[in-house]
């Protein structure tokens, strides 16, 4: 079902208000990249990845996201976290999150966004779905899909309802980009 920016439930906005406190804390300090900012990070974005609830998977993705450039091409970072991450998978999720974090008009790939976009908004992705296709081909297709789509839904006047009503909510939160905003919103609906 699209999403109705009208019927948006208490307990709807209750999930967006806490997830803007984790991301605030995020954005706020993922330079300092301490125990408890890896802690947060793990648990708001990577909570159902037990590989990255230890030190060995964890240690190498930090260091990554301290020394990554707001500008990398998703693809080179998808590459690099398979070779210096002990899990050895390509881990699209993973990297969107983290350029997302340094970047945050980049967009966010993950399973919420991706049921929703495939079942309501006709997004053809790959990933998971293409066996006979190369994983990184499928991480490319998709991740390109993903930004296709957020550029159209952002000039559209459905998306300009969906960030009046989220900085009418959440005032003091205005300053969080229109990309992260949707993306609030999509996943409180899922």
Same mark, same amino acid.
């Given at each position: 079902m699209r999403i109705d920016i009208s019927k948006i439930t208490e307990?709807? &906005?209750? =999930? =967006?208000? %806490?997830s803007i406190n984790y991301y605030s804390y995020i954005q706020a300090n993922y330079q300092k990249d301490d @125990?408890?900012?890896r802690d947060v990070f793990t648990e708001f974005y990577l909570s159902?990845?037990?590989?990255?609830? %230890?030190?060995e998977n964890r240690i190498p993705f930090f260091n990554k996201m301290r020394?990554?450039?707001? %500008?990398?091409?998703? =693809?080179?970072?998808v590459k690099e976290l398979y070779d210096e991450l002990p =899990? %050895? #998978?390509? @881990?699209?999720?993973?990297?969107? #999150?983290?350029?997302?974090? &340094?970047?945050n008009e980049l967009p966010i790939y993950d399973s919420k966004v991706r049921i929703y976009l495939k079942k309501n908004e006709q997004v053809d992705f790959w990933l998971y779905y293409h066996p006979r296709v190369n994983v990184l081909e499928q991480i490319e297709h998709d991740w390109k899909l993903l930004i296709d789509w957020y550029n159209r839904f952002l000039s559209? @006047? @459905?998306s300009k309802r969906w960030i009046e009503w989220f900085d009418s909510q959440f005032p003091e939160h205005t300053h969080i980009s229109k990309v992260k905003k949707i993306d609030f919103i999509i996943f409180a609906f899922n």
């Open positions: 307990r709807q &906005i209750l =999930i =967006i208000r %806490n @125990e408890d900012f159902s990845q037990g590989a990255m609830r %230890n030190d020394s990554c450039d707001a %500008n990398k091409k998703l =693809i080179d970072l =899990i %050895n #998978k390509y @881990e699209f999720s993973f990297a969107t #999150k983290l350029l997302h974090t &340094i970047n559209t @006047e @459905e």
